[in-house]
């Protein structure tokens, strides 16, 4: 593991006017890292997301992206820098095909030889994608749309990927094949990976370290299999 954070939040104060959503949150995320924020509903996790993002303005702290100062930064300047977030409830666009709605992933890259390799690569990631490539995005089933979702953020050739509830309103089946792939892109794309979820079970299987999220504020940091056999984490996100 590389000692510089390829992402980091430091002292992050954030909000909705005067709804403080976030208080003080720090974390680190290392180059290769599958890190998992977890918590309960409200607790400020998609906040954390779109403050990376910069969907969402903090009132304090900084966020770094490979050593430099992103915060406030436009986030249509993200995709290109590598960092993309995959946002909760997916939001493809309904009206475009499968593959139309790849496409636009690629939408600052003029290089058609790796834009057309890499919907091969996403098909053969989600086969499904493949067979349904013709199929307007608003057609296909929760899963296959998370997928074209996470497909269409690969199409930015991300070196970091923020998930938001990728598991979100999807059969279980569904949700292993998805974490299935998730951990693919990990292990042989090398993506970095910034997941946020409230299923702390899967998120913790699938992720090397972990932030626990709640009411705004960061309550414990372990490696993800300390967290998962912690008996406090156990009793109050794993229904023990
Ligand atoms: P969930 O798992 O339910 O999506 P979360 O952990 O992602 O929850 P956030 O969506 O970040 O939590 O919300 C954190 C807090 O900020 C909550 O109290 C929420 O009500 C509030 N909040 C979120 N979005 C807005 C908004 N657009 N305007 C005002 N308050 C908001």
Redesign the pocket.
Known sequence: MSDQPILELKNIHS???S?K??RDVSLKVYPGEVVAII????????????TICGI?SPEKGEVYYQGEPITKINPENLPPMGLCQVP?GRRIFPRLTVEENLILGAFYRDDQEGILKDIKHVYELFPVLGERSKQHGGTLSGGEQQMLAIGRALMTKPKVLLL??PS?GLAPIIIHQIFDIIADINKNDGTTILL?E?NANLALKAATRGYV?E??EITLEDKADALLHNPEIRKAYLGE
């Open positions: 909000g909705y006017g709804i959503a976030l918590g309960a509903n409200g607790a400020g996790k998609s906040t954390t997301l779109m969402v909760e938001d509830e979100l946020v409230q999220l009411t705004g």
